[in-house]
């Protein structure tokens, strides 16, 4: 298999994880958003310099893999092309925000490399989040309590056609490179004098298949509702999860639990 | 059931696909319509599905195919497209065979029912549950043929239903195509799929009908077939 083919059986795997079974897998699709929702605003929410503070809110994610049978591999697996990125985002501060912040022996550790650290952590954690909703629930249960939070329909169907034809381009995508290796044998990856028709091409065939896609939606009867899974009512386990794991994000996030036992061990 | 009363159509301003065609399908017939790669085959389907709009007439049912009837008509036609990824879209097998029985009103048991049904009837129900990526070429085919039984339609449009299969899942394919009780429409240079299939061939050549009747007749007019970039079916060419 190619490159491009893992990367697309990859996004097809995650309908699969989607679909086993496990407490967390049984918990509404509802309680599992909102519980997602809540923790990223509060892992978002945490101040720059709060590196300490923050590690706690690993405990949530470590639970869920452990609770789901989702192994951690394959989370940062399916997450390395966009890992990267996230963790691109705090490159700079090391450079803008010299100040010292603390001493480790006798190394200085400026602000900037704290809020470095805060700000790849806090991606990170975002990003195992949401994999993790995502790997535990079928996207049409998450589209259909999407729509129960009256997220607009239009947004909801984009979304979930979205997922479908990333799914399309992905697979014109890997034609696409077998065929140019194939004849340009020996050469890493598209040269750049070809990514100009390269990309041109690959638009024009995900839009084909695309459209055919949608033709056949459309011959099947659908105009612009779509008939989600029915929901199951939300359960006392989802109340359940969702306060308490609601309770615990506040208590992390405002309790300084890193502090608390530093301050009992350390003297 | 199904009519074309001299229609043309051109993708392009200039280079016409089809020029002054018209056939008429009555219910219940199979017809198979042939033709070299590029004849307008699949764009005869599309013309029928109001997926594009020609000149001429064209009547499904007694119903004009016009924006105002489409939605009937595309719940009188069930489509197999050519390529069996794009039809499937949704998760699973079931779920894609729900698509269309819930479009049209059914509620899930109901819809659960049908395809319950139709799985029984082609003998695959172990797919009900398999992923659509997970499914090999060959039952992604029976199960796209599946998907469009579900809709219950009056005639089943096939564009060339027998591409790209094993000698296996081409009979598989051409037995169930056999015993299904709607009008066929079916799009194919498998010459021998047809005359396993279809009464009746329409030959399509340089956009026009180039020969319509029996299949027996057609299939075996090895001048005719040749003159329009075919060949006689591999079960009627003489073998020394
Ligand atoms: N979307 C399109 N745009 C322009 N030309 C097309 C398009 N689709 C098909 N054609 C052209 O129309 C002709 C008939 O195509 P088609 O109906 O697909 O043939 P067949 O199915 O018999 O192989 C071909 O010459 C093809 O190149
Ligand atoms: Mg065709």
């Known amino acids: ?267 | 059931m199904i009519e074309f009363k001299n229609v043309s159509f051109a993708y392009e301003k200039g280079r016409s696909v089809l020029s002054g065609v018209s056939f008429k399908i009555e219910k219940g017939e199979a017809v198979g319509l042939i033709g070299a790669n590029g004849a307008g085959k699949s764009t005869v389907m599309k013309l029928l599905l109001g997926l594009i709009r020609g000149e001429g007439e064209i009547y499904v049912d007694g119903l004009e195919v016009k924006k105002d009837n489409l939605p009937e008509i595309r719940r009188k036609l069930g489509f197999v497209l050519q390529n069996s990824d794009n039809q499937m879209f949704m998760p699973t097998v079931c779920e894609d065979m729900m698509f269309a029985p819930l479009n049209y009103g059914l509620t899930r048991p109901e819809a659960e029912k049908r395809v319950d049904a139709v799985l029984e009837r082609l003998g695959m129900t172990e797919l009900k549950y398999r992923h659509n990526h997970r499914i090999s070429g060959g039952e992604k085919r029976m199960a796209a043929i599946a998907t469009v039984l579900a809709m219950e339609p009056e005639a089943v449009l096939m564009d060339e239903p027998t591409s790209a299969l094993d000698p296996c899942n081409r009979r598989a394919v051409i037995n169930t195509v056999k015993e299904l009780g709607q009008t066929k429409l079916i799009t194919s240079h498998d010459l021998d799929m047809i005359m396993d299939t279809c009464g009746r061939v329409i030959l399509l050549s340089g956009g026009r009908i180039a020969a319509d009747g029996p299949s027996d007749q057609i299939l075996t007019d090895r001048e005719l077939l040749e003159a329009n970039r075919m060949e006689l079916p591999l079960s009627l060419t003489p073998r020394p």
Not at chain 1, 70 to 96: D, Q, W
Not at chain 1, 208 to 233: V, W
Request: positive net charge; contains cysteine.
């Open chain 1, 1 to 267: 298999m190619n490159k491009m083919e893992t990367a697309l059986h990859e996004l097809s795997e995650m309908d699969e994880l989607a679909s086993r079974s496990s407490p967390v897998h049984k918990l509404g699709p509802t309680a599992k958003l909102i519980s997602t929702i809540i923790y990223i605003a509060a892992v978002m929410s945490f101040g720059k310099y709060r590196l300490s503070a923050l590690i706690p809110m690993l405990l949530w994610p470590v639970l869920l893999f452990q609770l789901s049978g989702i192994p951690v591999r394959t989370c940062f697996y399916k997450l390395r092309i966009v890992l990267p990125l996230v963790l691109a985002m705090g490159l700079f501060n090391p450079f803008f925000d010299r100040e010292p912040m603390l001493y480790l022996g006798s190394a200085a550790v400026s602000g900037g490399v704290i809020s470095m650290l805060t700000l790849m952590l806090k991606g990170v954690l975002c990003l195992m989040a949401s994999f993790l909703l995502m790997a535990t629930t079928p996207i049409d249960c998450l589209c259909a309590s999407l729509r129960r939070l009256h997220i607009p329909k239009m947004l909801v169907t984009l979304l979930l056609l979205t997922y479908r034809y990333v799914g399309v381009m992905t697979e014109e995508l890997a034609v696409m490179t077998e065929a140019y290796s194939l004849r340009a044998p020996g050469q890493k990856g598209i040269h750049i004098s070809a990514w100009g028709s390269f990309l041109g091409q690959l638009l024009l065939r995900s839009m084909d298949r695309a459209q055919e896609l949608y033709s056949s939606m459309l011959l099947r009867g659908y105009h612009e509702h779509f008939h989600y899974a029915p929901m199951k009512p939300f359960s006392a386990a989802d109340g359940i999860y969702l306060f308490g794991s609601t309770a615990l994000f506040l208590f992390i996030r405002f309790v300084d639990i890193t502090r608390i036992l530093g301050s009992r061990f350390v003297r």
